[in-house]
């Protein structure tokens, strides 16, 4: 059974820095290599593709408006995935999620892929830019 945990959520000012964490535990075909990806979803609104990164290579992809202030990372040693969230503005107040597939991720969209694309995922953590 794998488990996806986020933290680092928080509330900052416009133009302010968050960086989100999500550990990967337990074992299972999404604990290995696999396509890991952030998500967000405001309220009244579809829970939207942020990034997704691909672990076997750290290959990496960005919705629009996260391309320039946004960066996903992964560290496999740690089981861990990282987007640090720069120039944030008030649009981008959501619950973020965490999720998590074996495989490589589908960048044949030119966009992460989709919420049916992730099999696992985490709670959420709330990111209020005010």
């Not at 509330?11 to 890991?36: E, F, I, K, Q």
Request: net charge negative; aromatic share 10%; charged share 20%.
């Amino acid at each position: 059974h794998v488990q996806l945990v986020e933290s680092g959520g928080g509330s900052v000012r416009p133009g302010g820095s968050l960086t989100l964490s999500c550990a990967v535990s337990g074992n299972g075909d999404g604990s290995g290599y696999r396509c890991t990806g952030w998500f967000r979803q405001a309220p009244g609104q579809e829970r939207e593709g942020v990034a997704a990164i691909y672990s076997g290579d750290s290959s990496a992809i960005y919705d629009d408006n996260a391309k320039g202030r946004f960066t996903i990372s992964s560290d496999n040693a740690k089981r861990s995935v990282y987007l640090q969230m720069n120039d944030l503005r008030p649009e981008d107040t959501a619950m973020y999620y965490c999720a998590a597939d074996p495989g490589v991720c589908d960048y044949s969209l030119a966009r992460p892929p989709t919420k049916y694309a992730f099999g696992y995922w985490g709670q959420g953590t709330q990111v209020t830019v005010s």
